[in-house]
């Protein structure tokens, strides 16, 4: 192997969910010069990219290449011989009917070094999510995974077991369906079709050997799907724990914060950026030894906050004068991470919340700072100026709005804004009307004001 060639890694990016990808998977896109991806991998994925990063699309639809296979191994050795380390990150597993091993081969024939990075397959992922385990003890002990797409001049062989799982078949569910039954597989077997399998518009489809192209055909089947064949779709009315979750949309920041919810349909209508000028929020981190309280509203605060601290070449001892309060347990734990430990923190994790802890604890002539973004609510500063502080507001950061991914909300269930941004940041984008039967959900009381002033229906975040 030339020392003078960068390294090739093929990485399974997993089956659509994005936290499916393996950890190792997970580190190589974020170290990588250049990733080359296929478009059934999780878009979120790409957001670990590194800056400066080439990102180029070598997706794959049914029945046409963004590239030739060719020349897709033709860039991926191209770009290893320029020295660098490249990620080709394909859905599910790189050697499960996708094409990995005969890109490994190039790479071995053109004398370059890589690596395989095992992916969860769709066919395991697709059953798991639509609640039908592939094999159990009481059904079958054998499982079969065919692909459905196959080159014109080879005959469909279907192996003997008792769950069979098919890949790539939308096209050719006819011959599919045909093939069993001449095999030998009674009319009545249980047969599948899980569509998007993982991702949050999964739909399963279900139906019988007998009957299940006239089922497909009137449900409208999208690709890509998986089919199961077998007794074992039969466990799905038991075992389907995804389609019970709450399919939530959250166009804001921090998805993990909400997981305990249901399904967090993470589309980000805002972003969180840098100021282009830092001279007032300059001077007064310069002067922090000058107040009394140091206020927390939000965990971008904090980043920004530390991230300018540093910038002007000081740490957090420069609050070691001051008593510091954080408007809840996230902005809290994010402080702990910078080595602070907050004084107060309110119970009701609100901005009347917050001034409400402070008037108890005795503000009157105390000199307050308070962090927060360019826009933003006056409830703290007028609350507090009203019990006779001082309060000098110091902007740390804006959010801007973004365009945001497409988002089918014929499977949402919840929207949940976070901020009075977030709202404000979806009327833009798709005006005031909510589709059909979803439930808006707002977190904090200036949340939902802003959605009532704009015309949107919505209910407080039950704690």
Known sequence: MSKAYGKVYLVGAGPGDAELITLKGYRLISQADVVLHDHLMPPELLDLVKPGAEVISVGKFAGQHTLPQDQMNHLIIEKAKEGKMVVRLKGGDPYIFGRGGEEAQRCYDE??????????SSAIAAACYAGIPATHRDYTSSVAIVTGHRKEDMELEIPRAGTVIFLMGVANLPQIIQALLEQGWAPETPIAAVEKGTCYDQRVVKG????????????????????IVGRVVELDDKLGWFARKP??????????????????????LIKPVPLSDYSQADGALGGLGEFDWVLFTSTNGVKFFFERLHAIGLDSRALAGCKVAAIGQTTAARLREDGILVDLQPELESSEGLVAELTRAGVKGARVLLVRPRTARNIITEG????????????????????????????????????????????????????????????????????????????????
């Open 111 to 120: 004398g370059i070094e890589f690596e395989v990075v095992p992916g969860i």
């Open 208 to 227: 019988r050997l007998a009957d299940f192209l006239d089922v497909a055909e009137k449900a409208q089947l999208r690709a890509p799907a998986v089919f």
């Open 247 to 268: 399919r939530i949309y959250l166009p804001g920041t921090h998805p993990q914060r909400y997981q305990h919810l249901g399904t967090i349909v993470h589309r980000p």
């Open 384 to 463: 507090l100026a009203a019990e006779g502080a001082f309060v000098e507001p110091v902007i740390m950061y804006e959010n801007i709005e973004v365009e945001g991914l497409d988002t089918d909300f014929n499977y949402i269930d919840w929207i949940l804004f976070t901020s009075g941004s977030t709202v404000r940041a979806y009327v833009n984008r798709y005006g005031t009307t909510i589709p059909g039967a979803v439930k808006v959900y707002c977190l904090g009381r200036p949340t939902l004001d802003v959605a009532t002033k704009l015309g949107i229906a919505a209910e407080l975040l039950p704690s």
